[in-house]
């Protein structure tokens, strides 16, 4: 706010930071009268006596002993506040009299002399009264503030979008001697994620695949993202393996503002393999996502990664606990499936659950893949991305690599 009216303070709440001018009571006190006064539609509401409402209120009547209140969407609010103005209030007597000659009985009389004697009452706990026209006014604000507020978050979203559109892959790049399928769904209601995947060479036979997801939804959820992406890219062609990217990438989420979290799997297709060039190796790492599904003619097999925590907890290479790479053969043939939890989790199914329906699909997948190596995996991807049922509620992501 740039200026306050005189004998009032206000104190705008924008969901994360608190605005103040003038003298205003702690915020404590503030949440109660925020609360007390709260519409559903955020509509303005006043009291003239907050004490009222809520008598541990008198305590900061000095500073707010009135209030005027409107939403701006969500948990945000403006707060103007009036402090007590002690009022003088002239009596036809003293009102008590009355009370004292009834607890004394008809014997006691009152000189009706000293009964309607003039007698002056300080009254406390009470602010100047509101107006109906401070309502009013109250509420058009409330209406311009949430207007810009809609056209701002429109605009960021717009820009998130953009962002996530430039740095989400729409499809995989062409590896020679591999081929690979990927597919990213943004949440119900078009709400922006965390998820990425990224497909690179790196150098000779080598190429790196990876999947990760930002917990939380929106624009910082996608900003941080854009982030991580680039940052794992960097380490990869520096040369770090799998487990050494993700310690470093660790790092870098915990110095990130906002306190974000995610998780990732990284894994190093080596085409060179057992050096024979019968069968490729896979180098995997994980920091506490879900684990890859290998699918072959054998069936369907989570790979047990050795785990690391969730990035962003601060466990990095000082602290004793890195995560380790695994190397797994990867069959001609074979289809490596990478996934983000929402291709899996479920509020109404364990994730045990969903995850072995899954990996029957695959299997089934599998069925039709492995006896026409020429067939794409195009033919079956949507098929898995609908595997486990209910999905919808958060964006997911599918990456699907096979030998050629």
């Given at each position: 706010?740039?200026?306050?009216?005189?004998?009032?303070?206000?104190?705008?709440?924008?969901?994360?930071?608190?605005?103040?001018?003038?003298?205003?009571?702690?915020?404590?006190?503030?949440q109660?009268?925020?609360?007390?006064?709260?519409?559903?539609?955020?509509?303005?509401?006043?009291?003239d006596q907050?004490?009222?409402?809520?008598?541990?209120?008198?305590?900061?009547?000095?500073?707010?002993?009135?209030?005027?209140?409107?939403?701006?969407?969500?948990?945000?609010?403006?707060l103007?506040?009036?402090?007590?103005?002690?009022?003088?209030?002239?009596w036809?007597?003293?009102?008590?009299?009355?009370k004292?000659?009834?607890?004394?009985?008809?014997?006691?009389?009152?000189?009706?002399?000293?009964?309607f004697?003039?007698?002056?009452?300080?009254?406390?706990?009470?602010?100047a009264?509101?107006?109906?026209?401070?309502?009013?006014?109250?509420?058009?604000l409330?209406h311009?503030?949430?207007?810009?507020?809609?056209?701002r978050?429109?605009?960021?979203i717009?820009?998130?979008?953009?962002?996530?559109?430039?740095?989400?892959?729409?499809?995989?790049?062409?590896?020679?001697?591999?081929?690979?399928?990927?597919?990213?769904l943004?949440?119900?209601?078009?709400?922006?994620?965390?998820?990425?995947?990224?497909?690179?060479?790196?150098?000779?036979?080598r190429?790196?695949?990876?999947?990760?997801?930002?917990?939380g939804?929106?624009?910082?959820?996608?900003?941080?993202?854009?982030?991580?992406?680039?940052?794992?890219?960097?380490?990869?062609?520096?040369?770090h393996?799998?487990?050494?990217?993700?310690?470093?990438?660790?790092?870098?989420v915990?110095?990130?503002?906002?306190?974000?979290?995610a998780?990732?799997?990284?894994?190093?297709?080596?085409?060179?393999?057992?050096g024979?060039?019968?069968?490729?190796?896979?180098e995997?790492a994980?920091?506490?996502?879900?684990?890859?599904?290998?699918?072959?003619?054998?069936g369907t097999?989570?790979?047990?990664?050795?785990?690391?925590?969730?990035?962003?907890?601060?466990?990095g290479?000082?602290?004793?606990?890195?995560?380790?790479?695994?190397?797994?053969?990867?069959?001609?043939?074979?289809?490596?499936?990478?996934?983000?939890?929402?291709?899996?989790?479920?509020?109404?199914?364990?994730?045990?659950?969903?995850?072995?329906?899954?990996?029957?699909?695959?299997?089934?997948?599998?069925?039709?893949?492995?006896?026409?190596?020429?067939?794409?995996?195009?033919?079956?991807?949507?098929r898995?991305?609908?595997?486990?049922?209910?999905?919808g509620?958060d964006?997911?992501?599918?990456?699907?690599?096979?030998?050629?």
């Amino acid at each position: 706010m740039n200026g306050c009216v005189p004998g009032s303070a206000s104190r705008p709440w924008t969901g994360s930071r608190l605005l103040t001018c003038g003298e205003v009571p702690p915020w404590e006190a503030l949440q109660r009268i925020a609360r007390l006064l709260a519409r559903a539609d955020g509509a303005a509401t006043f009291t003239d006596q907050l004490s009222a409402l809520s008598p541990g209120l008198t305590d900061v009547a000095g500073v707010a002993a009135g209030a005027l209140r409107v939403g701006i969407g969500g948990d945000a609010w403006v707060l103007w506040l009036r402090p007590e103005q002690p009022r003088v209030v002239d009596w036809g007597g003293d009102p008590h009299n009355a009370k004292i000659a009834e607890g004394e009985g008809p014997a006691v009389r009152i000189s009706p002399r000293k009964s309607f004697e003039k007698w002056q009452e300080v009254v406390r706990g009470r602010s100047a009264p509101w107006l109906p026209w401070h309502g009013i006014t109250a509420d058009r604000l409330r209406h311009q503030i949430t207007g810009l507020m809609l056209g701002r978050s429109r605009r960021q979203i717009a820009i998130a979008e953009s962002l996530q559109r430039a740095v989400v892959l729409d499809e995989a790049p062409e590896v020679p001697g591999l081929e690979v399928l990927a597919r990213y769904l943004p949440a119900e209601g078009g709400q922006l994620g965390g998820d990425w995947w990224d497909v690179l060479p790196l150098d000779g036979d080598r190429v790196a695949v990876v999947v990760g997801d930002v917990a939380g939804h929106g624009v910082h959820a996608a900003a941080a993202m854009a982030q991580l992406r680039t940052a794992v890219r960097a380490y990869l062609l520096e040369g770090h393996s799998p487990a050494a990217a993700l310690e470093r990438l660790d790092t870098l989420v915990g110095t990130m503002p906002g306190g974000h979290t995610a998780t990732a799997v990284v894994g190093i297709v080596d085409h060179r393999g057992t050096g024979d060039g019968s069968e490729a190796v896979v180098e995997l790492a994980s920091a506490g996502h879900l684990p890859p599904l290998l699918v072959s003619a054998e069936g369907t097999t989570a790979l047990r990664v050795p785990p690391r925590p969730v990035l962003g907890l601060g466990f990095g290479p000082t602290t004793g606990v890195d995560g380790e790479d695994v190397r797994v053969p990867l069959p001609a043939g074979a289809v490596l499936l990478l996934h983000s939890d929402g291709l899996v989790e479920r509020r109404d199914a364990g994730l045990e659950q969903t995850t072995a329906a899954l990996a029957e699909a695959a299997t089934r997948a599998a069925g039709e893949l492995l006896p026409d190596p020429e067939r794409g995996m195009a033919a079956v991807v949507d098929r898995l991305l609908t595997a486990v049922p209910g999905g919808g509620g958060d964006d997911t992501t599918l990456v699907l690599l096979r030998r050629r």
